[in-house]
């Protein structure tokens, strides 16, 4: 079972929210995961400098939050090979869907994108789909 962290997830959703208002509002750049990671893999693009700077405070501020004492509980109870075939299926999903969910759920939905609203709706039915399957078809 899945701990419940209201308050975590109410203050990560906020932090989230916060830096794409802020890479929006100053750079004028949707913050999809998927596209500012396409930019800093080579070849570069020309604004990768951003990108960077962006890909790296995701992973130093979690960093910070653990050297000040916080804990961040991880666990993942499926075999490395489900997680390397997941990752394949999502990235297939990515370019198909032409975003991923930070891109079409956080920022496309609140720009009013119709694109983005379908989007997030099948990616919300095919992860409700997935979870059932795994946990009452085959019993994972």
Known sequence: MTEFTPW??????????????????????????TG???????????D?????AFLAGAVIAPMIYVALGGVVPFS???STMAMIVGGLIVG??????SGCTSGHG???????????IVATIVFMLAAFATVFVIRHVIGG
């Open 8 to 33: 975590m997830s109410l203050a990560g959703g906020v932090l989230i929210g916060l830096a794409a208002t802020i890479l929006m509002a100053f750079n004028g750049r949707i913050a999809g995961m």
């Open 36 to 46: 500012i990671m396409s930019g800093v893999i080579p070849p570069l693009s020309a």
């Open 48 to 52: 990768w400098a951003w990108r960077a």
């Open 76 to 78: 993942a109870p499926i």
């Open 92 to 97: 297939v999903g990515v370019s198909y869907g």
């Open 106 to 116: 956080v920022c496309g939905i609140a720009r009013f994108s119709p694109r983005s």
